[in-house]
Structures are given as structure tokens and as C-alpha cells.
């Protein structure tokens, strides 16, 4: 407020804007952009969506649902293993590099550097693998948390078997 002018409201201040756009981005990129095996997330989610349970299920019904557990599990499994199999790849080339930087840098002085300014140089030469290593790192946790809930969905199928089989034996012995 004006002390001049009790009359004057006082202003307000500039809230900080927060970097949504850059966030955006990243989330555009990261569900549509990144590949893996051909589709992006986004097209994995959508084929990964489990089926839903309904109120009233069949032995025909539970099959079908098994049908699809086991492609579900299968398609996770195998996309959990190359997702893996390309993450410590990608790690083994990023640290064989990053050895091979550090020699390199080492034999570059008459007199030995310090470490931490080896580890510096070195690092900033194999920006390009690590940055493959945490994208494969990424699609590997994406698997593991895919595998997650294809496990959910079939211990719950399991409990259903179980319960369906039950009923079916009691209904078959009282009749």
C-alpha cells in the first residue's frame, strides 16, 4: 500500500511459473516418441490393458480371461528379458568407454591429474552411451512394473480358478 495514499491497493507479486511446458515435453517425448520393439508407451499401454473381471464368470469366461493372462505374460516376460538384456549391454559399453576415456586421458598428461578431474573428462566424453543406458535403464523398469501387474491380474485369476472349480465340485456332488 501507498502510504501517500491510503486509498491504493497493494500490488500483487508475480507468482513463479512453473516449467509445465517442459515437462510436457519430456512427457510427449517419453510416451510417444521412445520406441521400443517399434511402439511407443503410449501404444504399449493400450495393448497391455488388462480385461476387466466381470460380476458373473463363467468356466468359459474364466478360460478366455486365462487365454489372455497368458498372452499378457507372455508378451511382458519377453519384453522384460530384451528390455534387460539391453540394459546391461548398454551399461557394459558405457563403462567400457568410460575406462577406456579415463586411460586415454591419463596417457594425455605428463603429470597424472587429479581423479575427480579425470572422472569429469571422462564422463563428458560418453554422454551418449550413458544417455543409452538410462534409456535402456527406463524401458527395463517399464517391463519390471509391467510384469508387476500381470502377476497381480494372475494371482487373481488363480483365486477365481480355484473358486470356480470349487463351486463346480460341490454343484456336480449335490446333484
Not at 567400457?96 to 564422463?123: C, F, G
Amino acid at each position: 500500500m501507498d502510504e501517500t495514499n491510503p486509498t491504493t491497493q497493494p500490488t500483487k507479486e508475480k507468482e513463479p511459473v512453473v516449467p509445465m511446458a517442459a515437462y510436457d515435453n519430456v512427457v510427449d517425448y517419453v510416451d510417444n516418441k521412445m520406441l521400443f520393439e517399434g511402439k511407443s508407451l503410449s501404444q504399449w499401454r493400450s495393448l497391455l490393458i488388462l480385461p476387466a473381471i466381470p460380476d458373473y464368470l463363467d468356466s468359459d469366461g474364466l478360460v478366455k480371461l486365462n487365454q489372455k493372462a497368458v498372452a499378457l505374460t507372455e508378451t511382458c516376460f519377453t519384453n522384460l528379458s530384451i528390455a534387460k538384456a539391453r540394459y546391461t549391454a548398454a551399461k557394459a559399453a558405457y563403462n567400457k568407454k568410460l575406462n577406456l576415456q579415463k586411460d586415454s586421458i591419463r596417457e594425455s598428461y605428463d603429470k597424472k591429474p587429479p581423479m575427480d578431474v579425470i572422472e569429469t573428462k571422462a564422463i563428458n566424453k560418453c554422454l551418449g552411451e550413458a544417455t543409452a543406458a538410462t534409456i535402456a535403464e527406463f524401458f527395463w523398469d517399464f517391463w519390471k512394473n509391467q510384469v508387476e501387474k500381470i502377476n497381480t491380474f494372475n494371482d487373481r485369476l488363480t483365486g477365481l480358478n480355484i473358486t470356480i472349480n470349487q463351486e463346480t465340485k460341490i454343484l456336480n456332488n449335490k446333484f
